[in-house]
């Protein structure tokens, strides 16, 4: 018996990194989930890992920012697996910089994803939630340490988490008269694919200060980071980074807890850490 037996999952960006690991965690304490990416190949992958671990999975690909595709997603979640109790909203970007030399498309791909699919994710959540029998659920939003300080993110991706953090304190005062549960987890410095929209000098110096090659590993930007040098980095420089895998954990903690407890917030942070600045 899974801590999770009889709930129902939805992930965005659950193709990759936090998600992926995610997804995995839930189905792995016996939720249903339904996981949505922009990758179809790699979102097939974390459906045969959980089917072949016995638990059950549908996938979607999708933009996060097309609110018929979220509806959609949630409903496919309700239509095969009968309701829906736990959602997580996960998918987000980052474009790390500064405002002064800025580029506009970039800021709207941040807040639209961010910010606004979040919502969507959301009302979607809670919409399905109210429809359940008695009503109730869990809705976890996936922040940022960059919502308490800016570092080395940028000032545009720490105000969107900013936003996801003031969101969901409204949030939670909005539903818990209907058993919803809001919950935000705020993630340091994790190693995963998150890291391929930044500037090629910094993947560089992070793969540098690690005693690594860029070239020769692969980091290189706009692109997935490869599986192995990932794995290593984390087993030869614990502290350094999070892995997928600790915030993962983070979410479980949040949504096992029973109905008379409410998780506000969980801040998870490497015990060592690293500047990626250079």
């Not at 990758?39 to 016995?54: N, R």
């Not at 997580?88 to 500064?98: F, H, I, K, R």
């Not at 869990?138 to 003031?166: C, F, L």
């Not at 998150?194 to 692969?218: S, W, Y």
């Amino acid at each position: 018996m899974g801590k999770l037996d009889g709930k129902v999952a939805v992930i965005t960006g659950g193709s990759s990194g936090i998600g992926r690991a995610t997804a995995i965690a839930l189905a792995a304490e016996g939720a249903p989930v339904a996981i949505g990416g922009r990758k179809a190949a790699a979102l097939e992958e974390v459906a045969g890992i959980i089917t072949k671990q016995g638990g059950k999975a549908l996938t979607q690909t999708m933009d996060v920012r097309d609110e018929t595709q979220v509806a959609a997603l949630v409903d496919a979640a309700v239509s095969d697996f009968g309701r829906l109790d736990i959602m997580v909203n996960n998918a987000g970007v980052s474009y790390p910089g500064n405002i002064s030399d800025g580029k506009v498309e970039e800021w709207r791909e941040m807040l639209e994803t961010n910010v606004l699919a979040l919502l969507i994710g959301c009302r979607e959540a809670i919409r399905a939630m109210r429809a359940n029998d008695p009503p109730g659920g869990s809705i976890v939003n996936i922040s940022s340490v960059a919502a308490r300080s800016t570092g080395d993110s940028g000032q545009v991706y720490s105000a969107t988490k900013h936003a996801v953090n003031a969101i969901s304190d409204g949030l939670r005062q909005e539903v818990h008269s209907a058993n919803i549960r809001v919950t935000v987890v705020m993630p340091g410095g994790t190693l995963t694919n998150f890291g391929r929209t930044m500037p090629q000098e910094v993947l560089t110096n992070a793969a540098k200060a690690l005693g690594l090659d860029a070239d020769e590993e692969g980091v290189k930007h706009g692109e997935y980071l490869p599986a192995a040098g990932v794995e290593r980095v984390l087993r030869d420089h614990p502290g350094v980074f999070l892995s997928a895998d600790d915030i993962a954990n983070a979410v479980l903690y949040a949504v096992q807890q029973p109905p008379s407890v409410q998780v506000d917030e969980v801040l998870v942070r490497p015990s060592v850490g690293m500047s990626l600045g250079g």
